[in-house]
């Protein structure tokens, strides 16, 4: 079974950066779409950041469009989400996805919560 294991959150100052990882247990991850969603207190869970399974393509919301870079690594089985100018909304917890054919058995990491202060 693939595990999805995030690291890199923290506390951060409004203006300040971060960088999310994601590393995957196995190396399927190389034939699928992988992607940062993240989830704020009262509210649903929204998509961040895809990137396709090569690496050609990537697809971010329109609030982190300018500021947020995702990237991977297909050798080392890795996703990273650069984050800059961060922004007290883009406080939330943020999870790696793993995108299958079938949304159900999409693969979610544990989460790792970013809090940006004013």
């Known amino acids: 079974q693939v595990q999805l294991v995030e690291s890199g959150g923290g506390l951060v100052q409004t203006g300040g950066s971060l960088r999310l990882s994601c590393a995957a247990s196995a190396s399927i991850f190389n034939f699928n779409v992988m992607g940062w969603y993240r989830q704020a207190p009262g509210k649903q869970r929204e998509l961040v950041a895809d990137i396709s399974r090569r690496g050609g393509s990537t697809n971010y919301a329109d609030s982190v469009k300018g500021r947020f870079t995702i990237s991977r690594d297909n050798l080392k089985n890795t996703v990273n989400l650069q984050m800059n100018s961060l922004k007290p909304e883009d406080t939330a917890v943020y999870y790696c996805?793993?995108?299958?054919?079938?949304?159900?058995?999409?693969?979610w990491g544990q989460g790792t919560q970013v809090t940006v202060s004013s």
């Open positions: 996805n793993m995108r299958l054919a079938n949304p159900q058995y999409d693969v």
